[in-house]
Each structure stands twice: as structure tokens, then as C-alpha cells.
């Protein structure tokens, strides 16, 4: 008998292909995120380029924006749609490669500029591995855990945990209302007692069109380990 949470998670995954195929993207609006924007320096402690993750990027003007701080970024989609036309959305150039990984099917689309340090992986996020991107000092992830039905919210942490440096610091979006709301105990449970899971900003619907599809409000989340290595 197949696991179902790997049945739910490739059907759920298939579905959002398929809505970025009809153009059927309520989530994603233009603009750099306003709370990632108000608590960057909480994000970046330390004023020097970061390697930072942000998974099922979409075409999320973060990623830009974070690599015009000087920051290497690595996104992270399912959708190819999503993943070429951040590109041409944004008027960067780019090469796309195939993943030279066995367990990571996909392709990886890397931008041509002498000025930015873009990387974004089409592929499946519980595929992607360690092998391929990993030594995160940061995550920014605007839509990833949101999207996760409440059944595999371990099953995702279980992949974050190891691309996360020892002392990386994970910010992590809530949207309430839209499309399910995970409760901050289902997050701590599942990244377990090594993490802190704490929330640091709730604010209401950063748009009218997030108020249209039924976002109530948008909660950010610190997770990081308690207990940090000295570099």
C-alpha cells in the first residue's frame, strides 16, 4: 500500500503545477515582503553576504531583492513556469542546467550577471538534498510551510533541517486563513526540542487581494537551533 502522505504531497505539489499552468496564482502578488523587509536585521545579524534558501520561491521579488543585498540566493520551485518567468519577469538572463544529482530530478536555472548571485532549482523540495545546496546561513520561506498540509509538516522539516547551518536563522511566514492554517505547536513538534519555533510579528493581510482570498492575517516565525556553535 503506498504512504499516504507521499500521495497527498505529490498530489498537492501536482495541483500547484498545474494552477502556475492556468495562471491560477492567488498567493502571489509583486512587491518585496513587507516583514522580511521590516525584521531583515533580525534575519542578517551580521552585515556580510549570506547564502540564504527560499524554498518554493514562485516568482517572489524577495529572491531579487535579497541577492541586490549583496546576499547568494537559492531558490526553490516546482514549477518550471514559475521558475523561468522570475526570470524574465525581472529582465535577468540565465542558463538552465540539469540537476547533477541521481536523487534530485530536475533543472537548475542560474542567472548571467556580474552583480547578482541568483540560483533557482525546479524541483521536487522533499528531493532536494544536502548532495545538491546546503550550509544555509539563512532561510526566508514566504510560502513553503504554508503550503504543506498539516501531515507533512514534519516530513518538511526533515528536509530543512539539514540544508540549515548550525547557527542559520529560518523565517518562516504564516498565512492565517489561506489556504490552511498550521498552528506554531505542529511547527515546533515537528522541528523538535533542538529548535526554538518563536513567533515575532503577526500583522493583518499585506493587500486587499490577499483579504480576497480569505488571508486573515501574516504571522513571522524565527526558528533556530538553541543551542549555536562558535564559527
Known amino acids: 500500500m503506498a504512504d499516504c502522505s507521499i500521495v497527498c504531497t505529490e498530489a498537492r505539489l501536482d495541483r500547484f503545477k498545474d494552477m502556475w499552468a492556468k495562471g491560477d496564482t492567488k498567493w502571489h502578488t509583486r512587491g518585496v515582503n513587507p516583514l522580511l523587509m521590516k525584521h531583515q536585521n533580525t534575519l542578517f545579524p ?24 549583496g546576499h547568494t540566493v537559492v531558490g526553490l520551485d516546482y ?8 526570470f524574465i519577469d525581472n529582465q535577468l538572463e540565465y542558463v538552465r542546467e540539469e540537476i547533477q544529482n541521481p536523487h534530485t530530478k530536475g533543472d537548475v536555472y542560474t542567472v548571467i550577471s556580474d552583480t547578482l548571485n541568483i540560483t533557482v532549482y525546479c524541483c521536487d523540495y522533499f528531493q532536494f538534498k544536502p548532495e545538491v545546496q546546503k550550509e544555509f546561513d539563512a532561510v526566508w520561506d514566504r510560502g513553503a510551510l504554508n503550503a504543506m498540509d498539516s501531515v507533512n509538516v514534519r516530513k518538511y522539516a526533515s528536509v530543512m533541517i539539514p540544508l540549515m547551518k548550525a547557527n542559520c536563522i529560518n523565517f518562516t511566514e504564516i498565512v492565517h486563513g489561506f489556504p490552511e492554517t498550521l ?49
Open 183 to 231: 498552528s506554531i505547536e505542529i511547527i515546533r513538534a515537528a522541528f523538535g526540542e533542538e529548535y526554538n519555533v518563536q513567533s515575532i510579528d503577526k500583522v493583518g493581510p499585506h493587500s486587499e487581494h490577499y483579504r480576497k482570498v480569505g488571508a486573515t492575517a501574516f504571522e513571522l516565525l524565527r526558528i533556530k537551533r538553541k543551542h549555536l556553535t562558535t564559527e
Open 79 to 86: 514549477s518550471d513556469i514559475a521558475c523561468r518567468h522570475f
Open 46 to 69: 551580521v552585515n556580510k553576504p549570506m547564502k540564504v534558501f527560499v524554498p518554493l520561491c514562485g516568482k517572489d521579488d524577495s529572491v531579487k531583492w535579497l541577492a541586490e543585498q
